[in-house]
């Protein structure tokens, strides 16, 4: 029996007790002081009335006459006159019935009232007993309504009881009920806090709950950020901060190679011109913090754009990566604009040279890099502050205008999206989920989301694009009965009406929420909590999953986001690659999977090119991979 059914029916017994008691005493207490009274009336009205006809002469005639007169003028139920040998010489009764009371009551209360008995003298001799019963038939009337008031008052005290009691319970069932779910929290590992109640004892419980919360809490928090030390060991250049030539190069490679926006953008390469001689007159501490204070510009002007990436390639050279942007122009100029800032406060001249070009899917890494390592010679030939925009590789473009892009795309999706399907494995080969980018169909060939997601940005089309990708997931569910995994951009999670019609749509089919995998940029979650916080309340009790695709440099964050039930995480490929290789990022991968674990959440590996990463990525503690080298029909433990 629960707590709260066992105080609501403490409280009810206790009331029924209290009224029960009461009516109890106030019946006896007033059944007993009606009997003294009445018996009292009884014995004096008798001795009054015999002394009366003592006085008198003994005539029968007038003797019942007085008798008559005194029943007839008061309130009796008998009046008896018996001679000394007890033959009755007179008598008087009235009517005994009580009609306007319950029977029931009446033979419950049941008055016993003693007659008054006096004796009638005849100077000096017994002339007989008079016996005289007073009516107490409005006792029973009197005692009745006297009833029915305490009933009356207690039932309006019963009722302001129980709303009493039922507001205490609910300040009681309130927290508990948080306690319970923080519980049921913790043990899905979401370490959240509640506040203290008022209660004591309550609030001893939850403070101890949220000292248990944020104990672990802390503790992965803490492992988060030493693995995050680890990887920035084993990715990021010392120095300045940036990622190493070698991973930079690996992020490059996968924005080109990707599905989704960040297949197009732009790549700058930025030098640090005449660094023996700036090391020579700042000297190599100074050195090492100009080198790290351009980092460091490079990389807030990155997250102005939208996650940028930025690198170190040698002593001087910086690269930095902007996908999803494409305005050459206005970039070389913002640029510009942070160098000139750089360049006014250091004490020694700077020469900073930069080239930017554009970059789309499928172009060649080793081509865009020549490109811009001509273009920046070129820069440096016209002077230390020149910035240019390179010649990127000659592509066809589908269409030459914005009109063409829009309606191309307007007819494209009112034809039907289609899905792609790359499996995602667990360690026995067992399918957790399809991955599904889209593609449209342009120019009478369907083409990769790489080509069309930056013109779907461009025009602001996401949120209907991606309610088009929705529908077309609901159908292929429905049809098939496979888990699909769907990317939704981060424009569309921003718009408030787009995650009400897609709460919308997934509340009517709750068969499909259920086998439907919604993945998240890592970038949105981390910077913008507060829309994917209303995301995941909105979407997650319909049974969806919902998961952060391309972790990786801000997996210490992720501590963070524990509350929000996260189902999973999809470790970036730059992590992944050659994992079977170096100790390092074993080491960091199965901690990362460690602390996936702690939180409830799956770790599954992107970019797994053959077997032998992915069968160490599950060695490691990984739920799941996916990528070229995944096959459904593949069982990598088997190798």
């Known amino acids: 029996m629960s707590l709260i059914k066992q105080l609501w029916l403490t409280v009810i017994f206790i009331l029924l007790l209290a009224f029960g008691g009461s009516l109890f005493i106030s019946v006896t207490s007033s059944r007993h002081y009606i009997e003294q009274e009445v018996e009292i009336k009884n014995r004096d009205n008798a001795n009054a009335l015999a002394l009366t006809m003592s006085q008198m002469d003994k005539d029968p005639v007038t003797i019942g006459l007085l008798l008559a007169a005194q029943f007839d003028t008061g309130h009796y139920r008998r009046i008896e006159l018996r001679d000394p040998q007890g033959e009755i010489i007179d008598l008087r009764e009235g009517p005994e019935g009580v009609t306007d009371v319950p029977a029931w009551f009446v033979e419950l209360v049941d008055f016993e009232v003693v007659p008054g008995r006096a004796v009638i003298q005849d100077r000096w001799r017994q002339y007989g007993t008079l016996i005289l019963q007073s009516q107490h038939s409005y006792a029973y009337r009197s005692l009745w309504r006297s009833t029915l008031a305490l009933l009356g008052w207690f039932f309006l005290a019963a009722v302001l009881s129980l709303l009493l009691a039922g507001w205490i319970v609910r300040t009681i069932r309130q927290p508990l009920r948080h306690v319970v779910q923080q519980a049921q929290q913790i043990g899905e590992r979401r370490f959240t806090t509640l506040p203290a109640p008022r209660t004591r004892e309550l609030r001893e419980v939850v403070m101890a709950m949220n000292q248990l919360s944020r104990a672990v809490r802390d503790m992965l928090g803490e492992e988060s950020q030493k693995l995050d030390l680890l990887r920035r060991r084993l990715q990021h250049d010392s120095v300045t901060g940036a990622l190493k030539r070698d991973a930079f190069l690996d992020q490059l490679q996968t924005h080109l190679e990707s599905q989704d926006s960040r297949a197009s953008g732009t790549l700058a390469l930025v030098r640090l011109a005449r660094l023996a001689e700036v090391n020579e007159r700042l000297g190599h501490g100074d050195t090492d913090a100009l080198l790290h204070v351009l980092a460091n510009r490079l990389e807030q002007f990155g997250k102005v754009c939208g996650g940028g990436v930025v690198g170190r390639l040698n002593g001087s050279d910086f690269a930095l990566l902007l996908p999803g942007s494409h305005d050459l122009e206005t970039l070389r100029d913002e640029l510009g604009k942070r160098f000139t800032e750089l360049r006014q406060h250091n004490p020694v001249p700077l020469g900073l040279p930069a080239a930017l070009i554009d970059y789309a899917q499928g172009d060649q890494r080793r081509l865009l890099l020549a490109s811009l390592d001509g273009a920046l010679s070129a820069a440096e030939s016209r002077g230390d502050q020149s910035l240019v925009i390179a010649q990127g590789p000659q592509r066809l473009s589908l269409f030459t205008s914005h009109d063409e892009w829009r309606c191309a795309l307007h007819e494209a999706m009112s034809k039907g999206i289609s899905l792609a399907r790359y499996p995602v494995l667990d360690s026995e080969g067992k399918l957790l989920h399809f991955e599904s980018p889209s593609r449209l169909r342009l120019n009478s060939e369907w083409q990769p989301a790489g080509v069309f997601m930056p013109w779907i940005s461009r025009l602001e089309l996401n949120s209907q694009f991606d309610l088009a990708v929705i529908d077309e997931a609901v159908r292929d569910i429905s049809q098939r009965h496979e888990p699909l995994g769907i990317n939704l951009s981060a424009a569309s999670i921003q718009d408030a009406r787009f995650v009400m019609e897609l709460q919308a749509r997934l509340k009517a089919r709750p068969e499909v929420a259920e086998r439907l995998w919604l993945e998240i940029p890592e970038s949105l979650a981390i910077h913008d909590l507060a829309r994917f916080r209303s995301l995941c309340q909105a979407l997650q009790p319909l049974g969806c999953r919902i998961g952060l695709e391309h972790v990786g440099a801000e997996f210490t ?54 077997l032998d990463e992915a069968s160490m990525l599950f060695e490691l503690g990984l739920d ?6 995944i096959r459904q029909h593949d069982k990598p433990t088997d190798c």
């Open 557 to 610: 964050r992720i501590a963070d986001l524990q509350d929000l039930g996260l189902a999973y995480l999809k470790i970036d490929r730059t992590l992944i690659k050659e994992v079977n290789k170096v100790a390092e990022q074993q080491t960091i991968l199965r901690g990362m999977a460690t602390l996936c674990h702690s939180l409830g959440i799956l770790a599954i590996g992107e970019g797994v090119e053959n």
């Open 624 to 629: 799941g991979a996916t990528g070229p080298g």
